[in-house]
């Protein structure tokens, strides 16, 4: 099975904190992705990579950048943390013919 | 733009009866829709796609693109049906890994009542 691991469960910053949020697939897949997960508006994608070094922005890009130095790693970077960032957030995987397989998602709390 | 409409936020039913979570989309090209679940403090897992046309855990859903609908159904909800399910698209393949990305609409949250 592929797995999609997520550094943490939960974690607490303070607002103006620089956050790293980091997932690790490990089935040699090419595309990654994060969402953010809130109550009543589903998933929306922040950013997306389809290849080590490239990113592409998703629906709601404004105040995270991401970094993929790696095939297996993917990082969201929230540069300066603010409370309206309080959320879920999820990475996932894929390969070209394969759906996506999800991290169990990080819960972040900005104070 | 894609979008994936899912009418309901919540949806109650009894054991036993038959459950149907509505699911629209706006897609230019051909795409490929999907049904995600999540369970009570589980992960989100695929559930089915369109374009292997299984059926999972008693679940079918069709792909009508006259209504540009991918309701999902079950002839008799279990109490474990109960979750967050999701309707999602993504365009066919093609190049770029743009094709490859996933709108998600909103969710259902299904309940089912013994």
């Known amino acids: 099975d592929v797995k999609v691991t997520q550094s943490s469960r939960y974690l607490v910053k303070r607002t103006g904190e620089k956050v790293f949020l980091e997932c690790v697939q490990d089935?040699?897949?090419?595309?990654m992705f994060w969402y953010r997960q809130d109550p009543g508006l589903g998933l929306r994608l922040i950013y997306f990579?389809?290849?080590?070094?490239?990113?592409e922005k998703g629906d709601i890009p404004e105040g995270y950048s991401v970094s993929r130095e790696k095939k297996e790693r993917f990082s969201l970077i929230l540069e300066s943390a603010s409370t309206n960032q309080t959320s879920m957030y999820l990475c996932?995987?894929?390969?070209?013919?394969?759906?996506?397989?999800f991290g169990s998602g990080t819960r972040l709390t900005v104070v | 733009a894609q979008r994936v409409t899912q009418p309901e936020k919540l949806l109650s039913v009894f054991k036993g009866a038959p459950v149907e979570l509505k699911c629209n989309y706006s897609?230019?090209?051909?795409?490929?829709l999907f049904w995600y679940v999540q369970y009570s403090r589980q992960r989100l897992q695929l559930l089915l796609r369109?374009?292997s046309r299984e059926s999972i855990k008693g679940f079918t859903a069709d792909l009508n693109k006259g209504e540009t609908s991918f309701h999902l159904k079950k002839p008799f909800a279990q109490e474990e049906d109960s979750a967050m399910y999701y309707c999602?698209?993504?365009?066919?393949?093609?190049?770029?890994?743009?094709?490859?990305?996933?709108?998600f609409g909103k969710g259902t949250l299904l309940t089912v009542n013994p």
């Open positions: 089935m040699d897949h090419e595309n």
């Open positions: 369109h374009i």
């Open positions: 990579s389809y290849d080590v070094k490239m990113k």
């Open positions: 999602a698209l993504s365009g066919q393949g093609g190049s770029g890994g743009s094709n490859y990305k996933l709108t």
């Open positions: 996932a995987s894929s390969g070209w013919s394969d759906g996506y397989t």
């Open positions: 897609y230019s090209g051909s795409p490929e």
